[in-house]
């Protein structure tokens, strides 16, 4: 092959090895901007991520949330969006007090970075003493009101880069490099000048930098050529030779294997083999009507088999309701889990040991539902209970801050529901309703009974939002899709109630600032 290549790409002209080198310019230009498409969308996720936005500006307005665990938390949440981008190097939030939360792969200092960024969003060549990078930085307003803002940045390695470019070369005569405005090469290489032959320049979208592809052609000898020359129409000859003899030797087979497939065409399908035939043969011509004929038998069985079955469509569209809810129920968030605990670990270290006792109690209650409970209906009583267990905790971890106000009708216990579908609505009342309350706070939990259904209201009097929020949340709630920003709990319970109840069946918000918010929960009796 290496010589059949050689000897083609001798007699081409040059336009069409231009053509080629074209060819290979263009590939390499989409790996190289799907590699740059990636590295946006990351940043875009740390600007528009809603928990590092409210964790800065606590962080950096009040030093009551100026903390470690504040630090950590931020810190953790920028590495799960870039730690899997094998090619970030470094990726950091600064603040205007110089306050930096980051995650990092090599020792680097931030105040020394953020001296030599520029304001606007940008890409630019990084050189700040130590290793070179690629640098994406952008500085972002945080909140509108006050006018914090803070500064985002991420470094790209740039051998991680050029081992990209490396990959995207389509040809060893082929080099690919990124260059910056000043036409200073970022990573990867190109040819010397006196060795060129082609070059394509292409800018990358919306960051400044272009792809450099330079090409070169390999230069041939006279005798070099005529040896090659000789050594093709050599193999051609044999592969010419070889493949007449291959062809007379299965057109017999073949043309006996085409009178079976007429008698097909007429409507013969089940077709026996022939008797003649030797089973034991390794003749092609046996071994093709035997293959041949042992496909139409199998294919006689399918046929029988898919007239006989009878599928049950309802037991496939229920199957099918249960695997989505399996996908649904998978998607657990931890964090209540590993702030409980951390909880318990501090209290254990400065309090008595009864409230410990406390908390482990209603922790081993809240388990005993959420983990223990096989299937996925319970009933309401069990539901309630395990709601209360969890009150406890709270209440505990929030020092006494809000109380729990209980009005469910005895004569609704005894029904099913979803497990699961009352805790992550009482945990977005207490962390987004209460949040920045200091006491105070009281949540009205009711449950009763309306003709064939079962109404839930929890009812607090925290902070409340804005009518636009509320359909906001609700819009995402019934989406499909999973956004940046989404109550993945309220989601969840959402999606669970309307795929074993229907549609009809759901979660409604109702909210005014600085009243409180009421959501509602409807599902229908189920014995």
């Known amino acids: 092959m290496i010589i059949i290549?050689?000897?083609?790409?001798?007699?081409?002209?040059?336009?069409?090895?231009?053509?080629?080198?074209?060819?290979f310019a263009y590939e390499s230009d989409i790996r190289v901007n799907d590699m740059f498409d990636q590295l946006e969308l990351k940043f875009k996720y740390l600007k528009e991520n809603n928990d590092i936005l409210t964790d800065i500006y606590l962080y950096a307005t009040s030093t009551v949330y100026?903390?470690?665990?504040?630090?950590?938390?931020?810190?953790?949440?920028?590495?799960?969006?870039?730690?899997?981008?094998?090619?970030?190097?470094?990726?950091?939030?600064?603040?205007?007090?110089?306050?930096?939360?980051?995650?990092?792969?090599?020792?680097?200092?931030?105040?020394?970075?953020?001296?030599?960024?520029?304001?606007?969003?940008?890409?630019?060549?990084?050189?700040?003493g130590q290793q070179p990078a690629l640098c994406r930085t952008e500085l972002v307003e945080v909140d509108y009101t006050s006018g914090l803002r803070a500064r985002y940045v991420i470094l790209i390695n740039l051998n991680a880069v050029k081992g990209i470019l490396d990959n995207a070369a389509g040809s060893a005569k082929q080099k690919i490099a990124i260059t910056d405005t000043q036409g200073r090469i970022v990573a990867g290489s190109c040819f010397e000048k006196q060795a060129l032959f082609y070059e394509v320049t292409t800018p990358i979208l919306d960051t400044g930098l272009k792809i450099n592809n330079t090409f070169i052609r390999t230069k041939y000898e006279l005798r070099g050529l005529m040896t090659v020359t000789f050594i093709f129409l050599f193999i051609l000859i044999c592969t010419g030779s070889a493949s007449y003899l291959v062809n007379e030797s299965i057109k017999i087979p073949l043309n006996r294997l085409l009178g079976r497939m007429e008698r097909i065409e007429e409507g013969d399908i089940f077709i026996e083999q022939e008797e003649e035939a030797d089973i034991n043969s390794q003749d092609e011509n046996e071994i093709l009507n035997r293959v041949f004929t042992s496909m139409l038998n199998k294919l006689n069985e399918v046929l029988k088999e898919t007239y006989t079955t009878n599928i049950n469509e309802t037991q496939l569209r229920t199957r099918i309701k249960e695997l989505e809810l399996v996908a649904l129920q998978q998607r657990i968030n931890p964090h209540f889990l590993y702030n409980l605990l951390d909880n318990i670990f501090w209290i254990a270290q400065m309090k008595n040991y009864e409230e410990i006792g406390e908390m482990v109690s209603a922790l081993g209650e809240f388990f005993k539902t959420s983990v223990s409970e096989k299937g996925a209906f319970v009933s309401i009583n069990t539901e309630i209970e395990n709601v209360k267990s969890y009150v406890c905790l709270q209440k505990i971890?929030?020092?006494?801050?809000?109380?729990?106000?209980?009005?469910?009708?005895p004569g609704i216990i005894h029904y099913k529901t979803v497990k699961l579908i009352l805790q992550p609505i009482i945990e977005n009342c207490i962390s987004h309703g209460f949040g920045g309350i200091e006491g105070g706070g009281i949540i009205h939990i009711t449950g009763k009974k309306e003709a064939d259904t079962i109404i839930f209201e929890v009812e607090d009097n925290g902070r409340g939002m804005e009518s636009e929020v509320c359909d906001w949340i609700t819009l995402r709630m019934n989406s499909s899709i999973l956004g940046v920003g989404d109550s993945i709990g309220m989601r969840n319970v959402n999606q669970r109630v309307k795929i074993y109840f229907g549609e009809p069946y759901g979660i409604s918000i109702k909210s005014k600032i600085n009243e409180g918010t009421t959501v509602s929960l409807c599902i229908p009796i189920k014995e």
């Open 5 to 23: 290549s050689a000897v083609i790409e001798f007699l081409y002209y040059h336009d069409n090895i231009r053509s080629n080198y074209d060819n």
């Open 66 to 128: 100026r903390t470690e665990e504040v630090n950590n938390r931020v810190e953790n949440t920028i590495a799960s969006i870039v730690s899997n981008q094998e090619e970030i190097s470094y990726a950091a939030i600064i603040l205007e007090d110089g306050t930096a939360f980051s995650y990092t792969k090599t020792l680097i200092d931030a105040k020394e970075i953020s001296s030599g960024l520029e304001d606007g969003p940008n890409w630019s060549y990084l050189d700040y």
């Open 397 to 409: 971890m929030h020092k006494n801050q809000f109380d729990v106000i209980w009005n469910i009708d």
